[in-house]
């Protein structure tokens, strides 16, 4: 039998449209889970309309068509100058090559590390890349975007990035929560569920919080909140705005101690696995 007589059809996926977050500061969203998992996890992307346009993070490549009709929705192609990557996840990196290949004029802003674990898969060359570490300066002709470590990654190339003329600050994998509904901003989800929900992927992302020193841990959240950001926009989370930045930030350094559900287990695959097939 083929596929299509023995799998249901997947659940249609909400489609949010681009959401401005700040001045010439765009969401392009992407979600995964929806109508089939237990939870829906965000998967977003950042597009600044700076001097030179920059792409920031490119999202899962299942979503290819969408993702490049939303971001050239809000800048021309031959007018991308930057992407940068935040880290080599295909989460982060799904939609790289493409993004390339359909703008002449970009150069991919990634590291060595990222290159060496990627390899010929990074698919960019080297004379369109740059590398990029963690506290270093991205001047993108109107303004200069800083990189910061985010306190939670889980792939050692990461860098977040900050852009001092709007408050932005693109938090890579941190400040990732599940969702039960589509949202745009974390002000929709439950209080007491986004708590949860950033505490359990916080230790998810990185199991070695249990393992560190709280007060160097301590000490990149400091980092980030010493950047004063107004607005948080991340991968894996809505946006959160100025009222919920400081939540965001304590959750944070509550995480390393939290008690948190176990991952996912065989049931809750079984569970997806009936909603994919057919009664
Ligand atoms: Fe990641
Ligand atoms: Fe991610």
Wanted: with cysteine; hydrophobic share 40%; charged share 20%.
């Amino acid at each position: 039998m083929t596929a299509t007589l023995t799998t249901a059809p997947v659940p249609a996926k909400t489609r949010l449209e681009p959401t401005r977050i700040a001045s010439d500061t765009y969401l392009v969203h992407d979600h995964h889970g929806e109508g089939t998992a237990p939870v829906i996890v965000p998967l977003n992307t950042m597009v600044i309309r700076s001097a030179e346009p920059i792409v920031v993070d490119t999202g899962m490549a299942e979503n290819r068509d969408l993702f490049l009709a939303d971001v050239f929705s809000l800048v021309e192609p031959e007018d991308l100058r930057w992407v940068f990557v935040s880290h080599d996840d295909v989460d982060h990196t799904g939609n790289l090559s493409a993004l390339m290949e359909a703008a002449p004029n970009a150069v991919a802003i990634v590291n060595w590390f990222m290159a060496e674990r990627m390899g010929a898969s990074l698919g960019v060359s080297p004379l369109r890349q740059r590398w990029v570490g963690d506290d270093e300066v991205i001047d993108v002709g109107d303004r200069k975007l800083h990189t910061v470590r985010p306190p939670i990654f889980d792939a050692p190339t990461t860098r977040g990035l900050f852009d001092p003329t709007t408050g932005v600050y693109w938090a890579s994998d941190s400040f990732a929560t599940p969702m039960l509904h589509v949202a745009r901003d974390v002000a929709e989800l439950e209080a007491e569920f986004w708590a949860e929900g950033m505490t359990t992927f916080n230790q998810y992302v990185s199991p070695w919080l249990a393992l560190t020193d709280d007060r160097k841990f301590q000490a990149t959240v400091d980092r980030v909140e010493a950047l004063g950001a107004c607005t948080v926009a991340g991968c894996h989370t809505p946006v959160i705005g100025r009222t919920h930045v400081d939540a965001a930030i304590s959750t944070t350094r509550r995480s390393p101690t939290a008690t948190v559900a176990p991952q996912p287990d065989q049931g809750v695959l079984e569970q997806i696995q009936r909603a994919l097939t057919p009664d």
